[in-house]
């Protein structure tokens, strides 16, 4: 894949609960060939984005295309894409070999030895109860799967919120080692700042449901003269908060 | 560090053709066997009850029916024998739930587990997509409980056959008609139809309440509701009844409703009532046999006066095509409700 292929293309999106609008006039190019954070505070409208990117959603106004057009949610969409929610969930009654199985029945492309391998690099017995895991395995495995599923597009919702500084690391490690030796075009949406200076190189900034900032990282603290991804974000977010309180 | 194999992606994905519906299988076998394994020791152990308290019941009434001379102290003690047999078991009462419990545990969770652990964000990004997932584990689940059930049925009707034998009514049986609440739909295919049924409406359930527990809940409140709602009002009316002035309907009758007439005009109930209080005394002969000779006696103090009693009434005969009329609309309904979760799916509302 190369940079010209846009991974995420959003236009007029909006999505609308109830009345409230957790999305609106998003408009968004996201390249291929990135890690690309989407940060925001609470509330912006980032699980809601990932959300319609996957299809789990479906927009309220505006189009949503992943991986070169394809239509989010679509057949070839969903056969390109691997998406890890929130809070990684796993079916807890089933073993660690269950999820595999179901994993690659559930799916075109399966690589099984990758699944293993990693599994057994991460010390995860496979005949163990997903529910018995401990929160930084489970996300482990999560991740495992869906990279298994050779994915152009990764999508992880808030991948790190949950886990410990160590769980966190080797997670982010984990998908960084995908990024860069596979190629796997990452999308991940987190509000832990500090975490994603190490592997983002493209970011896009929402808050109160609306795109504030979007472009690559070097471009971005070369144009903004600041130091670190979270200056950048913060004096964003804070000129937002200003305008708004005006 | 293992690495992925291939390099991600290529161009021609866009073309793949959908991941194949047997693939469902497995995936199906391995998150529902406990619930399925579950059913068949239901089952199974109802099977193994059924089968012991059946085979003496059987027996008891071939030692009834082959007594002979009918009247003698032996052969009313073969009647007494067989009459007086399972008591918990001849009503049905204790097997009416067996269909509900069966959708409820299996239908309600189906959906509202994966929207309750958040595991629908899983299953409905994979490659399979999720309008074809929900139907192909709606429809897999539906026949794996549909299945047994009938298998389980087809084992009720040879449990309750004695019941319902012709020349029965000499044993000094209540006169059983195929069409008793408790009984008619543990036989024939209706038994299974209403598994199906509780199955889809509880399936439905899960995916609109989304907790477990509730939906459950909600799921026997409605196959209650409408159990009872079937056997009250709606099964005596599936063909148009029968009438008839006889005063000897055979006991396998469903009798719906009988009234006088005399010369033409229908006479109150209260002035019915006046006729008989008048003309008779309380039974003089105590117990069950001195009220159905006076009985008898009014009857026919009633048809010499010009009275006429009309019945109306279901022919025992009709038993099987009420069994299919049931099972039918039962089995449309069940489709409607399966189709209506897989478009509630299919419609991302998230």
Redesign the interface.
């Known amino acids: 894949?190369t940079e010209h292929v846009k991974v995420l293309e959003a236009s007029g999106l909006g999505k609308r609960y109830g009345s409230r609008w957790a999305l609106r006039e998003c408009t968004l190019e996201v390249p291929a060939g990135h890690v690309t954070a989407l940060v925001g505070p609470n509330g912006a409208g980032k699980t809601t984005l990932l959300?319609l990117a996957?299809?789990?959603?479906?927009p309220t106004a505006g189009v949503v295309t992943v991986?070169?057009g394809?239509l989010a949610?679509s057949?070839?969409a969903?056969?390109?894409?691997?998406?890890v929610?929130?809070?990684t969930?796993?079916?807890?009654?089933?073993s660690v070999v269950?999820m595999v199985?179901?994993?690659r029945?559930?799916?075109?492309?399966f690589?099984q030895?990758?699944a293993k391998?990693?599994l057994a690099?991460l010390g995860i017995p496979l005949k163990r109860k997903a529910g018995k895991l401990s929160g930084g395995q489970q996300a482990q495995v999560?991740l495992t799967l869906a990279?298994a599923?050779?994915?152009?597009l990764l999508v992880l919702d808030e991948p790190v919120a949950m886990l410990d500084p160590v769980a966190r690391h080797d997670f982010m490690d984990t998908v960084l080692?995908?990024a860069s030796?596979?190629?796997?075009?990452v999308l991940l949406s987190s509000h832990v700042l500090a975490e994603l200076e190490r592997v983002a190189s493209y970011l896009v900034l929402l808050s109160r449901g609306q795109v504030r900032l979007a472009g690559e990282v070097k471009d971005l603290l070369a144009a903004g003269r600041v130091a670190s991804l979270e200056e950048l974000a913060l004096s964003h977010l804070h000129e937002n908060a200003t305008e708004v309180a005006q | 560090m293992s690495t992925l194999a291939v390099p991600a992606g290529s161009a021609a994905d866009a073309g793949l053709r959908p991941v194949p519906w047997r693939r469902m299988a497995g995936v199906i076998w391995r998150q529902h066997r406990v619930a399925l394994v579950g059913l068949v020791a239901l089952l199974g152990g109802l099977t193994v009850l059924l089968w012991i308290v059946g085979l003496q019941l059987h027996h008891a009434y071939a030692a009834a029916t082959a007594c002979h001379p009918a009247g003698s102290p032996a052969c009313s003690e073969a009647d007494l024998t067989f009459a007086g047999m399972d008591g918990f078991l001849s009503n049905g009462i204790i097997l009416q739930p067996v269909p509900v419990l069966i959708g409820a545990f299996l239908g309600a969770p189906l959906l509202a587990r994966e929207m309750e652990t958040g595991t629908f964000r899983y299953a409905w990004t994979q490659g399979f997509g999720r309008w074809r997932w929900a139907l192909a584990k709606l429809v897999s689940l539906a026949i794996a409980v549909t299945a047994p059930a009938w298998l389980f049925s087809l084992l009720l009707s040879w449990y309750y056959q004695p019941y319902f034998a012709t020349g029965n009514q000499r044993l000094g049986l209540t006169g059983y008609t195929p069409f008793f609440p408790g009984l008619y739909d543990l036989r024939g295919p209706a038994f299974a139809a209403w598994t199906l049924a509780a199955f889809a409406v509880g399936a439905l359930a899960g995916m609109v309440i989304r907790r477990v527990v509730s939906a459950i809940a909600v799921t026997i409140a409605i196959y209650a509701g409408l159990a009872f709602a079937v056997g009250t009002f709606l099964r005596e009316h599936y063909l148009a009844p029968l009438v008839t002035t006889s005063l000897n309907l055979p006991g396998s009758a469903w009798i719906l409703g009988q009234w006088w007439t005399k010369g033409g005009t229908v006479p109150s109930e209260a002035m019915m009532r006046q006729v008989i209080d008048s003309t008779f005394q309380p039974p003089v002969v105590a117990g069950p046999a001195g009220k159905m000779q006076a009985y008898d006696t009014v009857l026919q103090y009633l048809a010499q006066h010009g009275y006429t009693q009309w019945t109306k009434y279901q022919p025992g005969s009709r038993f099987w095509p009420f069994q299919w009329i049931e099972s039918g609309w039962l089995l449309a309904l069940s489709v409607l409700l399966i189709a209506a979760t897989v478009w509630l799916v299919r419609r991302r509302v998230v």
Do not use: H, W
């Not at chain 1, 969930?89 to 089933?94: C, E």
């Not at chain 1, 030796?181 to 075009?185: I, N």
């Open positions: 894949m959300n996957v299809g789990l959603a479906s991986l070169g394809r949610g057949p070839a969903l056969n390109g894409i691997a998406f929610a929130q809070d969930p796993l079916y807890k009654n089933l269950d199985c179901v994993t029945n559930l799916n075109r492309r690589d030895s990758y391998a990693r690099e999560a990279l599923r050779r994915p152009q080692t995908a030796a596979d190629g796997v075009s």
